[in-house]
């Protein structure tokens, strides 16, 4: 405990001591030869005050060194808040600019994948013929089957003769077969007629 207690005593005596030129002894010196001025009853021997105005000069240069001091110190730290709060914005404007870029990753992925997709459509629609063509194929091909459609007409009519004349044909052909029934109905029964006359 006394060791710690030896340091704190340290830690003080260096703090008031300032920048450790001697500041603390000097004024405790002054201070013991003032009380001992002031508690002589003769007169001070020679040079004592010149002594107690060097001393108290030093102190005064001492303190105006340490104020100077202060006084740098506290603007290194307004400098250092202000580099500090710079580092902050640095760092936020870092943060925004890089959410931007994240943005603009995803915007030339988007970007790149629908060209991937129009050069695999550009692609698949070159292995087409193109409009032009395509209309000529399409009036080649309406041509085609307007023909074809005015042969099938063709056709049909003919395949309607065809049939009506079949069927005048048949109908022909049915009265021939009922004439020739008659015809033969006929000569059979005129046969049988003559040998009845025969035998009379």
């Not at 500090?84 to 640095?90: D, G, T």
């Not at 049909?156 to 069927?167: S, T, V």
């Not at 109908?171 to 046969?191: C, P, R």
């Amino acid at each position: 405990m006394g060791a710690v207690t030896d340091d704190e005593v340290i830690r003080k005596r260096l703090l008031i001591d300032g920048d450790g030129a001697g500041d603390d002894r000097r004024i405790n010196v002054l201070l013991k030869s003032f009380t001992k001025w002031c508690s002589s009853p003769g007169p001070p021997e020679e040079g004592f005050t010149q002594r107690m105005l060097g001393t108290l000069a030093q102190c005064e240069f001492s303190m105006g060194k340490t104020m100077m001091v202060y006084n740098m110190n506290l603007r290194e730290m307004e400098n250092y808040e202000d580099i500090y709060r710079n580092i902050e914005q640095n760092i936020t404007s870092a943060h925004e600019k890089i959410a931007d870029c994240k943005k603009e990753i995803q915007r030339a992925k988007r970007i790149r994948k629908n060209r991937q997709e129009y050069d695999a459509l550009a692609k698949i629609i070159q292995q087409h013929p193109d409009r032009h063509e395509t209309l000529q194929q399409l009036e080649a091909l309406d041509k085609e089957l307007q023909q074809l459609s005015n042969i099938k007409d063709r056709v049909d009519a003919k395949l309607e003769l065809r049939k009506k004349q079949f069927h005048v044909l048949l109908s022909t052909i049915q009265e021939l077969q009922q004439t020739l029934d008659n015809d033969e109905k006929a000569d059979d029964d005129n046969n049988q007629g003559s040998p009845a006359e025969n035998g009379d």
